[in-house]
């Protein structure tokens, strides 16, 4: 038997010279936790008041390039802004995938400013060196342009507390 061991871990038989251990008594049962109830306005309040904890996730950032959030002008904006965030969303999820193989931290919050515009840049780019038409110049410019008004639209609509 381990000479440390005060019983015998197969029989439980005490070793000889042992003393015994120490009667620890059983913790007193606690009181079930009150159950908090709020309502749906409450908990929407709640969730908007609350500071957001860390760095938002790639889904969250692709869902606010993307969807609509501010009623009809957002959503025909949306639509017409489409080509533009969706090389967007794979420029910056390109970037994201580099930088986490490198194991470095990930700044979406910073990305998102900068990336429509570098990403329509990069767009531009393509477009001189493949020597495209006129039109695709004028949609490029209209997807831009439509994700910029849908962007002012956003920063100067009354954000909802409640959702």
């Known amino acids: 038997m381990f000479h440390l061991a005060q019983t015998c871990p197969h029989c439980g038989v005490p070793r000889p010279g042992a003393k015994p251990a120490p009667v620890v008594a059983a913790p007193e049962p606690k009181a079930p936790?009150?159950?908090l109830e709020l309502t749906a306005e409450e908990a929407?309040?709640?969730?908007?008041?609350s500071a957001p904890s860390g760095e938002p996730r790639m889904r969250d950032v692709v869902a606010n390039l993307v969807l609509p959030?501010?009623?009809?002008?957002d959503l025909l904006l949306s639509l017409i802004a489409l080509p533009v965030t969706t090389l967007t969303v794979a420029v910056l999820g390109y970037g994201v995938?580099?930088?986490m193989r490198k194991k470095l931290p990930v700044n979406l919050r910073a990305a998102l400013w900068l990336a429509?515009?570098?990403?329509a840049a990069f767009a531009a780019v393509l477009l001189w060196q493949n020597d495209a038409p006129l039109g695709a110049w004028v949609a490029l410019?209209?997807?831009l342009g439509a994700w910029l008004s849908r962007d002012l639209l956003r920063a100067f609509a009354r954000?909802?507390?409640?959702?």
């Open 116 to 119: 429509v515009p570098t990403s």
């Open 159 to 163: 954000p909802d507390p409640l959702g």
């Open 44 to 49: 929407r309040a709640l969730l908007a008041a």
């Open 141 to 143: 410019g209209l997807s």
């Open 69 to 73: 959030r501010v009623g009809w002008p």
């Open 97 to 99: 995938l580099q930088t």
């Open 33 to 35: 936790p009150k159950k």
